[in-house]
């Protein structure tokens, strides 16, 4: 398949947004396997079908690379609380934040995890979204988490989209261990991702490190586990307090440190050495009304790449938007509209170490959206509107 008389984005490396105007694109399988211009096609690519863009733009997918989707119930009632003066913290030491969504979550069916869900989903395939991560967390308990996986799994096989999963049993603390984290860590949490991944669940291990969950100590326990099992590591660090989740992040080569608003200079440091993802979560920053903005200058003096992702959550981060969160990136933390796309794309594949896609480059993954737009910074300076026109998955329209 051609794709032609097209402005490519072809986000070949980070300096720039690549575009090849009045460029082509050839795919063979799931693969790209040249792309340039128009008027340099090789005869070869000629020979297949060949889809005139009338001059739309294209980039990679979108990855979202950051999410707890699969969820019960919902908490709009926290998010009036809120408004009425009770801080997140304040919420959750009440019962609720978490332990509300576990309730509810541990409630459902699988059948009706995955229905409540899959809405969710179609929305972020509906901005042009290939692949997602999906946490667990909301289980607490063996049954639940591995209910939870399971269904982000059936995901990937009744929707055209890829799923990462991430076991996140370091979640919180359950209500029937109140007060004994340690306890939970040792009898619930590390038995359960030892049994998710046995069960294949399991792509990466997650954990949230801070005052409300688990201290870097307890953390450490869990990725001693994954290291064992042969898996990565990522983890919530430093969304409220500086707790050296950051640092732990690094010390494990995590694929990404998410949140991050309470890194500093050190911290951005430690990422750069360990190569490791700084992942931008602009909807719970908005939704929390938090006003610590995450280091963006301090990664870009140190190099350190910065992902984006929706944090879709029933809590603090109710957003299936990608688009949204690129502009809120912008508008909240003044990263750049290129800053932005890289985040949703090149740097979200990297935070779930799929490295062969994001770009538009030979041998990388045919995952593409077609927008009707004419420049990539329409992408990030629209708000709550959608211009995809394809999304292009696998090498298919």
């Not at 409540?116 to 063996?142: F, Q, W």
């Not at 903005?293 to 299936?320: Q, Y």
């Amino acid at each position: 398949m051609l794709l032609t008389n097209a402005q490519v984005v072809t986000l070949a490396d980070d300096k720039n947004f690549g575009l090849i105007a009045q460029g082509a694109v050839a795919i063979e399988g799931e693969k790209i396997v040249w792309v340039g211009s128009a008027d340099c096609v090789p005869d070869i690519y000629l020979s297949g079908p060949v889809h005139d863009l009338n001059d739309r733009l294209v980039t990679p997918a979108l990855i979202d690379c950051h999410t707890h989707v699969v969820f019960g119930g919902n908490r709009a009632a926290e998010f009036e609380q809120r408004l009425n003066g009770a801080s997140y913290e304040e919420v959750s030491r009440s019962g609720g934040g978490i332990n509300s969504t576990v309730r509810a979550t541990r409630e459902a069916s699988i059948e009706v995890l995955l229905e409540n869900t899959l809405p969710r989903v179609d929305a972020m395939i509906a901005e042009g979204v290939t692949l997602i991560e999906i946490k667990s967390g909301y289980g607490l308990d063996l049954e639940t988490e591995l209910k939870m996986l399971r269904a982000a799994r059936q995901i990937g096989q009744v929707r055209d989209i890829d799923v990462h999963t991430s076991f996140l049993g370091a979640h919180a603390t359950p209500p029937e261990f109140s007060g004994r984290p340690d306890a939970y860590i040792d009898e619930v949490c590390i038995p359960t991702l030892r049994a998710a991944h046995a069960e294949g669940l399991v792509d990466v291990v997650d954990g949230f490190c801070e005052g409300i969950a688990f201290d870097t100590t307890q953390i450490s326990r869990v990725f001693d586990v994954a290291v064992e099992l042969g898996l990565p590591v990522k983890l919530h660090a430093e969304q409220l307090s500086n707790t050296g989740g950051t640092q732990l992040a690094a010390k494990y080569n995590a694929l990404s440190a998410d949140h991050v608003e309470y890194a500093t200079e050190l911290d951005a440091r430690a990422l750069a050495k360990s190569g490791t993802v700084a992942v931008v979560l602009p909807g719970a920053f908005y939704t929390l009304r938090e006003t610590q903005a995450p280091p963006i200058e301090a990664f870009r003096k140190n190099n350190v790449p910065m992902a984006l992702a929706t944090d879709c959550n029933p809590g603090s981060s109710p957003l299936s938007s990608p688009l949204l969160a690129m502009n809120m990136a912008c508008t909240l933390f003044r990263m750049t509209p290129l800053e932005a796309l890289l985040g949703f794309t090149a740097h979200a594949a990297s935070a779930l170490g799929s490295l062969d896609r994001g770009r538009i480059i030979p041998n990388a993954r045919a995952d593409l959206c077609i927008w009707d737009v004419t420049h990539p910074a329409e992408l990030a300076y629209r708000i709550g509107f959608n211009p995809l026109n394809k999304r292009i998955f696998k090498g298919s329209l």
